[in-house]
């Protein structure tokens, strides 16, 4: 039996604000439990959901010092689905409306505090992982840690440490003087080859530059972040390091993703059955958000982070213009204020076409994967990109532009060969992603035999976390020698 340790800063049930939580949520349980134990460390914030929290029991408590001062570290349990996790209690850093807030200064102290705090309490759980699998700059000290104070002692002596790349954009960045304080790190660490990086210090590349592998959610983007486009300034040590590093896939987890069981959804369907039953689901829709009801209109859903990364300066320069055709598009997300208010202006002035839903709700999210005829992702950039996989899944076809998972896991339709499970264009551009979308339409008004034979193949699509899994369980076999 191997043991492996997951650390991250969110993790479904307990605490989502993105694609990373369904990764933390779903991966450990899919790993093969008769090999390893694999176990996950999660910060205990209080905006956790009630029921959530309730689950959580006390452990022990110490302190650690962190930023030339002593915190308290509290370490809760639960059980999930036979995985365990542990939860690192301090409401100094994790109490607020949500898990990240504007304070960068404050954000880099909370998980340089909850890196040490997560190491620290292994002794205390008695569970010594052979390998420490770490999620996103939150966790990048982890591997610094574990090499400059940890590894010193006996019981840390010899444990390895991956670094995933769920978003290479976010680095945990702030002036050399600052972070080497917070942090407590002595100087050999803040050189050009470590931390320090355009004279700042950068919590992510200590990771990137320490970790003993490397990973990040997508063959494609593993990569294009060694280019200088995607590599967020950071694409020379990914190439330095392009040995170590490999992209796996993210799977869904089909236990809560499934159009059959879905308990969130009006009416459920299955591969078989959807040509008469999804669509009770678009019914249902177009009556809760008031939009015309009509089973033939082509509805476009959209279930995202309202940010520049997903495209969304491409869809304003065009919403006006989409809104002439025959469509409803629904909107669910929140994010940067010019979108939500793009989004508001044109529902207020397209009334019977757009549906805009700014805030956050796990429902309705799965109620537009349900009813939506397509669904519209063109990011700048997607690690991997997990809302398309879910419409995939629920018979609805994505349009996407081809960069990262997104790339690796739509296949554009090909009219001539009768394949593909969605629509693709390839430049960052809002007249290719135009031309894409009526494309779709034209397909889907008037080949619509052609258009269900794709929900087949689309649904057909493997992408559950079976394939994957194996992927990571090779390499900690790998690592672990
Ligand atoms: P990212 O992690 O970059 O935001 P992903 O596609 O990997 O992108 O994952 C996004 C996840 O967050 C999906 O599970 C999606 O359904 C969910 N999501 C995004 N915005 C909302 C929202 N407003 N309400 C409910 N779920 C949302
Ligand atoms: C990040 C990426 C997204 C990816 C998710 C989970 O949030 O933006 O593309 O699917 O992490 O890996």
């Known amino acids: ?13 307990f605490i989502k604000t993105g694609g990373l939580a369904d990764v933390v949520g779903a991966l450990p349980k899919y790993i093969d439990k008769r090999y390893y134990d694999v176990r996950v460390v999660l910060p205990k914030y209080t905006c956790m959901k009630k029921e959530e929290a309730d689950k959580l029991k006390y452990l022990s408590n110490f302190y650690v010092n962190i930023n030339n001062h002593d915190e308290y570290v509290g370490i809760f349990e639960a059980v999930e689905e036979g995985v365990h996790y542990y939860f690192i209690d301090n409401e100094h850093y994790f109490s607020g409306y949500g898990p990240y807030g504007n304070d960068v200064v404050f954000e880099i102290e909370k998980f340089a505090f909850f890196c040490k705090a997560a190491l620290s309490i292994l002794p205390v759980i008695d569970f010594r992982p052979e390998i420490i699998h770490c999620h996103d700059w939150q966790t990048g000290l982890i591997p610094v840690y574990l090499k400059e104070r940890f590894q010193g002692g ?24 600052t972070v080497q304080r917070i942090t407590g790190l002595p100087d050999y660490y803040f050189t050009p080859d470590k931390l320090e990086h355009y004279k700042d210090g950068n919590l992510l590349k ?8 490397i990973t990040t959610v997508s063959k494609s983007y593993a ?12 694409y020379g040590i990914l190439r330095a390091r392009s040995n170590d590093l490999r992209g796996i896939v993210n799977g869904l987890d089909y236990d809560i993703f499934n159009p059959e069981t879905d308990k969130y959804i009006t009416d459920n369907y299955n591969a078989i059955n959807f040509r008469k039953e999804k669509i009770k689901n678009k019914r249902a829709l177009q009556k809760q958000l008031n939009l015309p009801v009509d089973d033939k209109v082509m509805m476009i859903g ?3 982070r309202l940010t520049d990364q997903k495209g969304f ?4 320069y065009l919403l006006d213009e989409i809104c002439q055709d025959h469509l409803q598009i ?3 997300g929140t994010g940067e204020d010019r979108y939500e208010n793009m989004f508001r202006h044109f529902a207020w002035k397209y009334p019977d076409k757009i549906s805009a839903n700014i805030y956050y709700s796990e429902e309705l999210s799965h109620r537009i994967y349900a009813s939506s005829d397509a669904f519209l992702v063109p990011s700048l950039f997607e690690p991997c990109g997990l809302s398309q996989l879910m419409a995939l899944r629920y018979g609805t076809l994505p349009i996407v532009r081809e960069t990262g998972g997104l790339k690796d896991t739509v296949e554009p339709y090909n009219r001539f060969e ?3 499970t969605g629509f693709s264009f390839a430049n960052y551009n809002a007249h290719e992603m135009m031309a894409c979308i009526r494309y779709a339409e034209q397909i889907y008004y008037d080949k619509k035999r052609e258009w269900n034979k794709m929900i087949d193949r689309a649904m057909a699509a493997d992408f559950s976390w079976k394939e994957s899994a194996k992927h990571y369980q090779d390499m900690y076999d790998w690592l672990i020698g």
Request: aromatic share 12%; charged share 20%.
């Open 1 to 13: 039996m191997h043991n492996v340790l997951f650390v991250a800063s969110e993790g479904v049930p």
């Open 154 to 177: 006996e019981f840390y002596r010899g444990i390895k440490s991956i670094m995933t790349i769920h978003n290479l954009k976010f680095q945990g960045v702030w002036d050399l003087k």
């Open 206 to 213: 200590g990771g990137l530059v320490f970790a003993d592998a």
């Open 223 to 234: 990569e294009e972040i060694k280019t200088e486009f995607y590599g967020e300034n950071l």
């Open 302 to 304: 959209i279930v995202s």
């Open 313 to 316: 300066d491409l869809i304003s």
């Open 330 to 332: 629904v909107v669910l």
């Open 418 to 420: 009768n394949t593909g």
